[in-house]
């Protein structure tokens, strides 16, 4: 099984840029979540998805926007990147509340 | 809120030496709490759970063991080595939430050295 696939690895923007990041898992899980680590940092909980069509906010949501159409994909969208968005970007999925979290390899986003 | 406080880091540690990290929580309930591990230029890996308090998890070498009487979860290894060199962090989830969301402490770094 690939697990959580993250696309792309890395990538620049430029300020005002859009952008989709990609997630998808393989595992039939039905809670996804995305996350963000900026250096030194623990990571902090942007959105996240208990299933298909249902999506709510996590901690840090602000310029950012996710949907969950099918339980496999779960795409984080940057409507106007700004530079306080440069930063690693992880997606996780799970089954359930309690269970543990199955991470992808990260995207590492910079905006310039 | 729910929240996980770890030891500063980095550690630097001399391979075989003993190893503890330290992790206390804040918690409303009876929240699950993790180990994950992150290798340079990787993603979060689960390095053990627990569940309840007095549950002592383990993989590896590496264990903790949930005690709710001082909220914490230190993590332990009796003989560190080259390989474990990472960033570990002490994370829970459930507690006053049921979505499974995961609290993160900050990280610490650990470098061992031949």
């Known amino acids: 099984n690939a697990g959580v696939t993250q696309t792309p690895k890395f990538r620049i923007l430029k300020i005002g840029q859009s952008m989709t990041l990609q997630c998808t898992q393989d595992?039939?899980?039905?809670?996804m979540y995305w996350y963000r680590q900026d250096p030194g940092m623990g990571l902090k909980l942007i959105y996240y998805?208990?299933?298909?069509?249902?999506?709510d906010k996590g901690e840090v949501p602000n310029g950012y926007n996710v949907s969950r159409s099918t339980t496999e994909d779960f795409p984080l969208r940057l409507e106007l990147a700004a530079p306080s968005q440069t930063s690693v970007y992880f997606c996780a999925s799970s089954t359930g509340n309690d269970q543990p979290q199955h991470f992808g390899d990260g995207t590492r986003l910079s905006i310039l | 809120g729910d929240s996980v406080t770890q030891m500063e880091g980095p550690v630097t540690l001399s391979e075989e030496a003993f190893l503890t990290i330290n992790c206390t929580y804040t918690a409303t309930g009876y929240p699950s709490l993790f180990w994950y591990v992150q290798y340079p230029g990787e993603g979060l890996q689960l390095l053990l759970k627990?569940?309840?308090?007095?549950d002592k998890g383990s993989n590896k070498g590496f264990e903790a063991t949930y005690r709710k009487e001082t909220t914490s979860f230190h993590l332990e290894k009796g003989s560190v080595q080259v390989s474990d060199s990472a960033v570990y962090f002490c994370a829970l989830s459930g507690g006053s939430s049921n979505t499974g969301k995961l609290i993160f402490g900050q990280g610490t770094t650990l470098q061992v050295k031949p």
């Open positions: 595992m039939n899980h039905n809670y």
């Open positions: 627990a569940t309840k308090a007095d």
């Open positions: 998805s208990v299933g298909a069509g249902i999506t």
